[in-house]
């Protein structure tokens, strides 16, 4: 089952912060963190880990909550190049295919 | 640039034709993942590939198949075309085959079936 991100999509102006979620109806044991412009390949940003630290470099950072199979992705004074579509990807032990979630897709204005 | 590269960058083509996409994973990579992404649409996992085995299989239709060869290129078959055969097609590349690993996705495919 697909894991469900909210927001679907968020407009802000640079310099503001943002947070988008990630949820899943299973159990996870890693979730993935990709951003993707319009009509290019996706970016791999940062995996997590069950039972693992909270990731993060320069001003995007991620959590993984276990209990409640949710992973947030945290992005701090927004800037310019942040806009685009972010996608989680979801994997649950023992099956090496990740599942993606429908996407946020974040603006960031002047 | 991810490393990954695939051929062709656009496909025209017309229902009920067949058309072959091609990948090449990055210099290491084993793994070869395959995925769908309709317009505004998420990625859907079809198929994944490792050291030239099949190891995970998602949504796939039947028309569709894949192999990874020796030299560790894909290759994506897809048959008996329809319009909803339309998407944009990515190729990713992991070092392994784990979900522990991060995945490079190529430029991407994008089909369009008239």
């Known amino acids: 089952q697909q894991p469900v991100q909210s927001p679907q999509a968020v407009i802000l102006r640079e310099g503001e912060d943002a947070v988008i979620n990630c949820s899943s109806s299973?159990?996870?044991?890693?979730v993935h963190w990709y951003r993707q412009k319009h009509g290019e390949a996706p970016v791999f940003l940062m995996i997590?880990?069950?039972?693992?630290e909270q990731k993060g470099h320069d001003k995007i950072s991620a959590s993984f909550n276990e209990k409640k199979q949710q992973s947030s992705l945290y992005l701090t004074a927004s800037q310019l190049s942040y806009s685009g579509t972010y996608f989680c990807?979801?994997?649950?032990?023992?099956?090496?295919?990740?599942?993606f979630g429908t996407g946020t897709r974040l603006t960031i204005i002047p | 640039d991810s490393g990954v590269t695939q051929t062709p960058k656009h496909l025209i083509t017309a229902t009920g034709q067949r058309v072959t996409l091609r990948c090449s994973p990055r210099?290491?990579?084993?793994?070869v993942y395959w995925y769908q992404q309709s317009l505004d649409q998420g990625l859907q996992f079809l198929i994944q590939?490792?050291?030239?085995?099949?190891?995970a299989k998602g949504n796939i239709l039947e028309r569709f198949s894949a192999q990874q060869f020796p030299d560790l290129h894909s290759e994506l078959n897809l048959s008996s075309l329809e319009l909803g055969d339309s998407a944009l097609y990515f190729c990713?590349?992991?070092?392994?085959?784990?979900?522990?690993?991060?995945?490079?996705f190529g430029p991407g495919t994008r089909l369009t079936v008239l």
């Open positions: 997590l880990l069950k039972g693992g």
């Open positions: 990807g979801t994997g649950v032990f023992g099956n090496e295919k990740l599942t």
């Open positions: 299973k159990a996870l044991y890693s």
């Open positions: 210099s290491g990579d084993l793994s």
């Open positions: 990713a590349s992991s070092v392994v085959g784990n979900q522990v690993n991060e995945q490079f």
């Open positions: 590939y490792y050291n030239g085995e099949e190891r």
